[in-house]
């Protein structure tokens, strides 16, 4: 009897350990990329031009562009707030994806588990869906109030169930997404690469680069676009 | 007995966790990163970026309305220009005018001396010739009698 007793007691503790677990690999990379882009615009705005040329060409072109895309999906008086969500969204994703595609993480090696993009996490993708879905809610009652709440029965009440669900779909969909292409996309490389790993695995990884460019800028786009729509009113 | 109860606990605790679906702390941590990347995103690159370009663009339309309104004044003083030359271009030709009726009436003197210079020296040579021929013709007149007077002693010599 004492002897179980010690011991259930010992079992006990990793679980309470267990609890506060951490994905210490996810860290590490998002670290790396959060390094990496907070340098690029440290080094490019060292001397900002009337005239632009090189590196502020190439930071202005970003902003240009997340820019157009947050004010295609919310319309020109409402974007401007909105800028900084989404440009980090899509660049903090798009530079994960890239740096698990191009950077040699495979030189370093843990303990335990891999260095890879950091949103081959569940943990990473879902904090962004729900990062979206608390912007969209946000955005939805701090500008129309609880009028917010009207839009679940707006085309026809029938319709209440689906709108309810649709706020569950929403992150879901966002997460799985991306979670699923870049996790997929890593592991056909690294079974490719296990087999032939000389010029076949080549195409695949071109075509992870461009499938996880275009990842990044779908989460952007419709986390833009989920936003816009909560926060456009009755017409 | 009892130590068998303890051994497939004591085997979970030594199986590595391989859920695909692995939820823990990772997930706040990375929200928290993603607002303080957010906020320093914004500050470092999205305003004084933003800044620049919208100082540009103020400028340039700055400078686009500077340059309708120089337009206008270009406009008046192309005017002023094209009244300037045609007044020169008519004070030229009147001169021009002038100058050629001066020459012409001075070549017609010219021609007018010239002629009647030519006539007078005509009727001289044709006055000269005139009165060649009539002393010729006296001439002649003189031989022929002096012939007429020789074939007449001749004829007559008895």
């Known amino acids: ?235 | 007995m009892n130590t068998l109860w303890a051994i497939p606990a004591i085997a979970e605790e030594a199986e590595e966790k391989g859920k695909i679906f692995d939820f823990n702390l990772t997930l706040p941590i990375i929200v928290a990163e993603f607002l303080l990347l957010m906020l320093a995103l914004d500050n470092l690159w999205f305003k004084p970026v933003a800044k620049v370009m919208d100082e540009r663009d103020e400028a340039i339309r700055q400078k686009l309305m500077g340059v309708r309104d120089n337009s206008d004044e270009i406009k008046k003083l192309q005017e002023q220009a094209e009244a300037i030359l045609k007044a020169a271009r008519a004070e030229t030709t009147a001169e021009l005018n002038k100058m050629r009726r001066e020459t012409a009436a001075s070549l017609d003197a010219k021609l007018q001396e010239s002629r009647q210079r030519v006539e007078k020296e005509l009727a001289e040579a044709l006055a000269n010739l005139e009165s060649q021929k009539e002393e010729t013709l006296r001439s002649l007149d003189k031989q022929v009698q002096e012939l007429s007077d020789q074939i007449v002693a001749k004829v007559i010599p008895f």
Request: aromatic content about 10%.
């Open chain 1, 1 to 235: 009897m004492q002897i179980e007793q010690l011991q259930i007691f010992e079992i006990d503790n990793p679980h309470q350990v267990s609890s506060v677990e951490v994905h210490a690999q996810v860290l590490i990379t998002s670290w790396v990329v959060i390094a990496l882009l907070i340098a690029l615009p440290v080094v490019a705005t060292r001397n900002l031009q009337t005239i632009p040329t090189g590196l502020q060409n190439f930071i202005e072109y970003v902003l240009e562009f997340i820019r157009d895309l947050t004010r295609t999906q919310m319309g020109e008086e409402e974007y401007r707030p909105w800028v900084p969500f989404i440009g980090t969204m899509f660049l903090s994703i798009f530079v994960s994806n890239w740096s698990g595609a191009l950077l040699p993480w495979r030189v370093i090696q843990l303990p335990h588990g891999e260095l890879a993009a950091p949103t081959n996490d569940i943990n990473t993708t879902v904090a962004l869906a729900l990062l979206t879905s608390i912007a969209y809610f946000y955005a939805g009652l701090h500008k129309r109030g609880f009028s917010y709440f009207g839009k679940y029965i707006h085309p026809t009440p029938v319709l209440l169930p689906i709108n309810i669900l649709e706020d569950f779909t929403k992150p879901l969909s966002l997460s799985f997404r991306l979670f699923g292409n870049i996790l997929a996309d890593e592991l056909v490389v690294a079974v490719f690469v296990s087999l032939v790993p000389l010029i076949v695995p080549v195409p695949m990884m071109l075509l992870g680069l461009f499938t996880s460019a275009i990842q990044a800028l779908i989460s952007a786009t419709l986390a833009a676009a989920y936003i816009g729509e909560s926060m456009e009113g009755h017409h």
